[in-house]
């Protein structure tokens, strides 16, 4: 769970599995999906488990979401933009992404 | 800092723009070489001095003057000539010092004549029950969600672990209004006596009074339970719970939102590994680090190291590490301009001697206890694959000898983090299994890329040996 500072206001909009998410010009996909109190990201192709950020530097790979239509990109790396797509990551992945 | 387009060839390739890349590439670009400063993250400071030039916390007072002397290193570089380019993903490195490098969804094979490599450091693996649970984080990940994007944590916050870093963010914590439900000390008892020989340098070093008063302003504000000889976190599909014993307590639990989990850094050695740069295991750090002369020449010519991608170091350390290779650099790119560095070399050197002062006392006294670092039953030991400790186990007793085998039996190091998150793990308890030292085991044999790149970003390069040799090496 984390909270913005007000410094830190949301500027844009995302959508995340269609519902639109307040974020700020700036954030990484993953801090504007933790600031909106998202913290499960995906579900693992192994055994389906729950996962979310772990490192937030770009090593653990935890976090990986589609956006944009593009699966599997990590969302601690992937700076959001007004009205990008964003979709959790849950059963078996699909093919064309 | 303004970005650059990328150029096929450099004089330097600068690789990660954290305190040691930012100080390499200032040295370079001052001297006029054509110099690139490569960064994966968006902005420059590398993890320390994270998103200094973007960070939208306003108020100094939250993560304190450390933090921002790290914008005087940004514009020292930005005037210096060299190129910054920031979102760029390099996944490999050959011998030959070709790079190939991502920049905005598009592939590049460039070559420099020296490389320094300044990939710095990430934190421990901290296997414990529960550890891939949503809402379980490293501390250093909330502290990047702070600096980079102004996220405090919220709710029932308990940090847990050793080191220095663990302390510091929980002051920023507490700056910014946060409020923490438990500081968990897992540093073992006995590192404090084992701490207490290398007790007079660190006293007389720059780390001492800045620990005091960090210890002092935090310890008295927190619940700190110490000497926390196991840990799991609980949950049904995000963290509910931790439960922990100290060597007093049997068995306690706390609620929690958030359990944020640190036992120190070890450097970020994939790049260089899958360059054949040559590692060694180092006792006192408990991770492998790269053979340096003391120019932090590695054992690939032309390929320096500096910084905590070296050996953990510190900021300050691995700025003037940055320097002495960016100085080996110049002389030998333009010898007739050694002469004018001597000075500047031999103030780098005396400085780096100053901020190694008083290193040893904060490992041997934050020193990560073995039951965190290697993990035992059903603890996940890899997180991509889901292969638990039990499962490697049982592979060396089926006779699988090191880690490059576990591969074959278990898939373990086999994800997308490409062993980053199980690597020490993995060496460590095979060593345990086996009776022998860690050193002997080895590591992942690790391979370009480093990072995962698409199909199509590989399809674009233009078809060569340099590209082929980048992704398709023996």
């Known amino acids: ?97 | 800092m303004p970005a650059r387009a990328v150029q096929e060839y450099y004089d330097v390739a600068v690789i990660g723009a954290g305190p040691a890349g930012l100080a390499a590439a200032t040295v370079c670009g001052r001297a006029g070489l054509a110099t690139a400063l490569f960064d994966e993250q968006p902005g420059p400071g590398g993890q320390i001095y994270r998103a200094v030039a973007g960070t939208p916390l306003k108020r100094d007072t939250i993560l304190g003057a450390d933090y921002w002397r790290g914008a005087r290193l940004v514009e020292d570089c930005a005037m210096s000539g060299a190129h910054y380019l920031p979102d760029a993903t390099v996944w490999s490195l050959t011998r030959e010092r070709e790079i190939g490098v991502s920049i905005a969804g598009a592939a590049h094979m460039i070559r420099a004549r020296r490389v320094i490599l300044a990939t710095g450091a990430m934190e421990r693996p901290f296997p414990i029950p529960g550890w891939t649970l949503p809402g379980v984080m490293t501390a250093g990940a909330a502290q990047a969600l702070l600096k980079s994007a102004g996220l405090v944590p919220s709710g029932r916050v308990v940090l847990a672990g050793t080191g220095p870093l663990l302390w510091l963010f929980a002051r920023q914590c507490l700056a910014a209004g946060a409020e923490i439900a438990a500081l968990l000390d897992t540093a073992p008892r006995a590192n404090r006596m084992r701490a207490l020989p290398h007790a007079p340098s660190f006293l007389a070093s720059n780390y001492f009074r800045k620990g005091l008063a960090l210890l002092r302003a935090v310890r008295p504000r927190l619940r700190v339970i110490r000497h926390v000889a196991a840990l799991a976190a609980e949950g049904s599909g995000r963290v509910e719970a931790v439960r922990f014993r100290t060597v007093r307590v049997a068995a306690d639990r706390i609620g929690a939102d958030l359990l944020l989990l640190h036992q120190g850094v070890v450097p970020n050695v994939n790049l260089a590994m899958a360059a054949g740069v040559e590692h060694v295991w180092d006792h006192a750090q408990l991770c492998f680090v790269p053979v340096l002369t003391p120019d932090l020449a590695t054992s690939v010519e032309g390929i320096a190291i500096a910084g905590d991608g070296g050996g953990i170091v510190g900021a300050e350390a691995s700025a003037e590490q940055g320097r002495i290779a960016a100085f080996a650099a110049v002389r030998a790119i333009k010898p007739a301009d050694a002469a004018g560095l001597i000075g500047a070399e031999a103030e780098a050197r005396r400085n780096l001697a100053r901020w190694r002062r008083g290193r040893r006392f904060l490992e041997k006294l934050y020193r990560p206890a073995a039951q965190f670092r290697i993990a035992e039953g059903d603890t996940i030991v890899c997180r991509c694959e889901e292969v638990k400790a039990r499962e490697i186990a049982e592979a060396v007793t089926l006779g699988c000898a090191g880690p490059n085998q576990l591969k074959a039996f278990t898939r373990c190091g086999m994800g997308p983090c490409q062993g980053r998150m199980c690597g020490l793990t993995v060496t460590e308890l095979i060593a345990a299994a086996r009776g022998v030292a860690p050193g002997d085991i080895g590591y992942y044999r690790l391979r370009p890329p480093v990072k995962p790149i698409t199909v199509g970003e590989l399809a674009g390069l233009p078809a060569g040996d340099a590209a082929t040799k980048a992704v398709a090496r023996d």
């Open chain 1, 1 to 97: 769970m984390f909270r913005r500072l007000p410094d830190a206001a949301a500027t844009l909009t995302v959508t995340v599995d269609g519902e639109p998410v307040a974020a700020r010009a700036g954030d990484t996909v993953a801090a504007a999906l933790l600031a909106a109190g998202k913290l499960r990201f995906r579900d693992t192709p192994v055994t389906g488990a729950a996962r979310g950020p772990y490192c937030m530097m770009g090593v653990c790979f935890d976090c990986l979401v589609a956006i944009d239509g593009v699966g599997n990109r990590q969302a601690c790396m992937v700076p959001v933009a007004n009205g990008m797509a964003i979709e959790t990551q849950t059963g078996a992945r699909k093919i064309e992404r």
